[in-house]
């Protein structure tokens, strides 16, 4: 029958086991595999998380390479962010610091110099030598990539004997390096490999040698003077070379204009 609001109630008060039964027989009951599932997930978050934050970092005691010495760490092939120097000499870079990525970034730009137009002309040829090579070693050098650039083989680049270009074509002798490594240190001694890609030949209409793409790799032996790193050697070898691109050849007029547009680069380590 209807109880009168006026009449008193009374309470009861379950303990603790038995409200839990009590909720459950409302409908209330906790759902123990949602929330197991719930903790599962923000686990695998922060897993995933910690793995993505230690990716990039090296092993303890490694700094260059991988345990198997095979997979250089991101520091072998990312820029130090060192500006570069600020001083030349004849147009090329010089003043480095007395460092490992001075070293690397001497033997960068010198690798520009020794592959460049300059080298073809016997006047221009001998300033570039004064200017990187260790005062002691450059007579030796000099005459050494004299007998490397004689009329006969400037010929076999479509130039005189002076290495001028015929009428209405432009030479071109660009070396664009890739990526440098320290594979010799020393304090006052130092050996830096230097991986390239090149441009060669003659840009214009009609030429019969057009300008082509090669890969290779220079290694330069460098010798502290007190103030400078400075060329005491080289020695060049083809590759390595990655897989051409499928990719159309532009003409002749467009590498011309390339050439006389697109400046080069002062590069550092």
Not at 57 to 84: E, I, Q, V
Not at 174 to 179: D, K, N, Q, S
Not at 225 to 251: E, F, I, M, N
Request: charged content about 15%; overall charge positive.
């Amino acid at each position: 029958m209807p109880v009168s609001d006026d009449q008193p109630h009374t309470r009861t008060r379950l303990p603790v086991a038995e409200q839990s039964v009590y909720q459950q027989v409302n409908g209330r009951q906790p759902r123990p595999l949602r929330t197991l599932l719930a903790v599962l997930g923000v686990v695998v978050l922060l897993v995933i998380g910690i793995s993505i934050a230690n990716s990039g970092k090296p092993a303890p005691g490694k700094s260059g390479s991988s345990a198997d010495g095979a997979t250089p760490a991101p520091a072998a092939t990312l820029p130090s962010g060192r500006d570069p120097v600020s001083t030349t000499s004849n147009g090329i870079a010089n003043g480095y610091p007395h460092t490992d990525q001075g070293a690397q970034s001497a033997a960068a730009n010198y690798a520009v110099a020794l592959g460049s137009e300059q080298m073809f002309r016997a006047d221009t040829r001998r300033t570039v030598i004064t200017t990187i090579t260790d005062p002691t070693v450059a007579a030796a050098l000099q005459a050494r990539l004299d007998q490397g650039f004689t009329p006969e083989i400037i010929a076999k680049f479509g130039l005189d004997a002076q290495g001028r270009a015929p009428k209405g074509l432009t030479f071109v002798s660009r070396t664009v390096p890739v990526g440098t490594k320290t594979t010799n240190s020393a304090d006052t001694a130092t050996k830096v490999d230097v991986w390239c890609t090149g441009l060669h030949g003659l840009a214009g209409e009609g030429s019969t040698r057009p300008v082509a793409a090669d890969w290779f790799t220079l290694s330069l032996t460098m010798r502290w003077t007190g103030s400078d790193w400075k060329l005491t050697d080289y020695s060049r070898k083809t590759g390595p070379a990655p897989v051409p691109g499928d990719q159309q050849a532009a003409t002749a007029e467009e590498i011309t204009t390339a050439v006389q547009d697109f400046g080069g680069f002062r590069y550092a380590r």
